[in-house]
Antibody, heavy 123, light 110 residues
Framework: QVHLVESGGGVVQPGRSLRLSCAASGFTFSSYGMHWVRQAPGKGLEWVALIYYDGSKEYYADSVKGRFTISRDNSKNTLYLQMHSLTAEDTAIFYC????????????????WGQGTLVTVSS | QSVLTQPPSASGTPGQRVTISCSGSSSNIGSNTVNWYQQFPGTAPKLLIYSNNQRPSGVPDRFSGSKSGTSASLAISGLQSEDEADYYCAAWDDGLNGWVFGGGTKQTVL
C-alpha cells in the first residue's frame, strides 16, 4: 500500500527558508518520478516541481523557479523541497505525489498523494 | 488565472447526468492526455480519471472522461450526494514544460 507522509511545514517569516520532506513507503521509491503540488487556502491546485525517478532531471513552475529546489534520497525513500525567499504568496498546503505511467511525462498521472503539510509565511 | 479553464461551479440533482468542461490549448490538452482529480474538503486530491478516459480501480463507472481537440470533459452519470466535491483537470504543457491544472469546479448536489 502506497504511503506518502509530508512533514516540515510550519510558520515562517517572509524571506526565510524552509525544507519539506515526504517519506515514502509501500512501493519501490527509486522507480517513480515524484512531484510537489501546492494549494493556497481556499484556492485550486498548483503544480510546483517534478524530479525524475533517479534524480537526473527536475522541472519547476515559473512561480518557484530559482527559489525552490526539489531533491530526493532514494536510499532513505524520501523526497525533499527546499524553499528559499518565501513570501506570503507561498502560503499553502504542500502535497507530494507519485507519478505513474510511461517513460513519457506528457502521458502520465499522479496516482498517489500524501495528506499534505501546511506552510504559512507570515511575520 | 489558470492555464486550463473550468467552470467554478456546477450543480445537479440526484440521478442526473452532469458534465464539467476543461478548456486548454494546443500546448497542453491539444498535445497530451488529460487527468481528473477529485478532492473533498480538508483532504488530499484523489485520482479519478487518467489518460483522458481511464478509470483507476475502485472508481465507480458513473465517472467518465473524454477529450476532443483542446478541450476535455468529465461526466458523472447518476449523480449521488457523495459526489459533492471539487474536481480538477490537469495536463502537461509542452510550452511551460510543466503540469498545469484547471482552477477547479465545485460540484454541488441539490
Amino acid at each position: 500500500q502506497v504511503h506518502l507522509v509530508e512533514s516540515g511545514g510550519g510558520v515562517v517569516q517572509p524571506g526565510r527558508s524552509l525544507r519539506l520532506s515526504c517519506a515514502a513507503s509501500g512501493f519501490t521509491f527509486s522507480s517513480y518520478g515524484m512531484h510537489w503540488v501546492r494549494q493556497a487556502p481556499g484556492k485550486g491546485l498548483e503544480w510546483v516541481a517534478l524530479i525524475y525517478y533517479d534524480g537526473s532531471k527536475e522541472y519547476y513552475a515559473d512561480s518557484v523557479k530559482g527559489r525552490f529546489t526539489i531533491s530526493r534520497d532514494n536510499s532513505k525513500n524520501t523526497l525533499y523541497l527546499q524553499m528559499h525567499s518565501l513570501t506570503a504568496e507561498d502560503t499553502a498546503i504542500f502535497y507530494c505525489a507519485r507519478e505513474t505511467g510511461t517513460v513519457m511525462i506528457q502521458t502520465n498521472w499522479f496516482d498517489s498523494w500524501g495528506q499534505g503539510t501546511l506552510v504559512t509565511v507570515s511575520s | 488565472q489558470s492555464v486550463l479553464t473550468q467552470p467554478p461551479s456546477a450543480s445537479g440533482t440526484p440521478g442526473q447526468r452532469v458534465t464539467i468542461s476543461c478548456s486548454g490549448s494546443s500546448s497542453n490538452i491539444g498535445s497530451n492526455t488529460v487527468n481528473w482529480y477529485q478532492q473533498f474538503p480538508g483532504t488530499a486530491p484523489k485520482l479519478l480519471i487518467y489518460s483522458n478516459n481511464q478509470r483507476p480501480s475502485g472508481v465507480p463507472d458513473r465517472f467518465s472522461g473524454s477529450k476532443s481537440g483542446t478541450s476535455a470533459s468529465l461526466a458523472i452519470s447518476g449523480l449521488q450526494s457523495e459526489d459533492e466535491a471539487d474536481y480538477y483537470c490537469a495536463a502537461w504543457d509542452d510550452g511551460l514544460n510543466g503540469w498545469v491544472f484547471g482552477g477547479g469546479t465545485k460540484q454541488t448536489v441539490l
